[in-house]
């Protein structure tokens, strides 16, 4: 297993449902980031959680983390078709060394 | 605007061709990074600038050639490359270790025919 696994790796819902993509990690990390990534384009940051935090929230979004099971959740709540793209989880080692989930794919049907 | 700026946005190379990927950030980070992505897969890193200088190379080919001029550049120059390197290529810029996390580019789509 890679570290960094997410599921599920589709997820298919209805406007205004809530969405939750959870993310699980090997080694130990500094903190903990959600990216989203519209198709064939750049990756955006939208939260980032440090190792000592266990929730956070930014808008519509909610993330926590469980160090002891070295697990994170996304939730997204009120879902709009624009929320529709693939979300990703990244770790981030002492080294810099970055490593991500294999993601999530949403849809938000109108 | 992306506060990291990739060129070109999309290239396409012959084998035999030499071309480089260009990367620009403004946000006073000091490490950088290239990201290579498949279609439906996560990125997958490339190589760490810390510093300006190279501090991961993740057991890239030697037809990928990293650069990092200043603080504020970042290159990838190819050479020799094949079909099977056709992908997203992906810059990123953060603080020295990922603190805050990442910001990253529109990415370069790479064909290579």
Redesign the interface.
């Known amino acids: 297993s890679q570290q960094g696994e997410e599921d599920p790796q589709a997820l298919s819902i209805q406007e205004g449902e809530n969405a939750t993509m959870n993310c699980s990690y090997k080694t130990s990390i500094n903190n903990l980031q959600w990216y989203r990534q519209n198709s064939g384009r750049g990756l955006v940051h939208l939260i980032l959680i440090r190792s000592n935090e266990r929730e956070k929230h930014s808008g519509r979004l909610r993330v926590t983390l469980d160090t002891s099971k070295k697990s994170s959740s996304l939730l997204i709540t009120a879902s709009r078709a624009a929320d529709t793209a693939s979300y990703f989880c990244a770790t981030a080692s002492n080294a810099g060394k970055s490593t991500f989930g294999d993601g999530t794919t949403l849809t938000v049907k109108p | 605007d992306?506060e990291?700026t990739?060129t070109p946005k999309h290239l396409v190379m012959g084998m035999t061709n030499k071309k480089s990927l260009k990367c620009e950030q403004h946000m006073g980070h000091r490490?950088m990074?290239w990201y290579k992505q498949k279609a439906?897969?996560?990125?997958?890193?490339m190589f760490?600038y810390?510093y300006e200088k190279l501090?991961?190379n993740e057991s890239v080919p030697s037809r990928f050639s990293p650069e990092c001029p200043n603080s504020s550049l970042l290159n990838l120059h190819l050479h020799a490359l094949q079909p099977e390197d056709s992908a997203?290529y992906?810059c990123?810029s953060?603080q020295?270790?990922?603190?805050?996390?990442?910001?990253?580019?529109?990415?370069t789509?790479l064909t290579v025919v």
């Open positions: 992306t990291v990739q490490a990074y439906k897969k996560p990125p997958e890193l760490v810390s501090s991961i997203l992906l990123a953060s020295v270790g990922g603190k805050g996390g990442y910001t990253f580019g529109s990415g789509r």
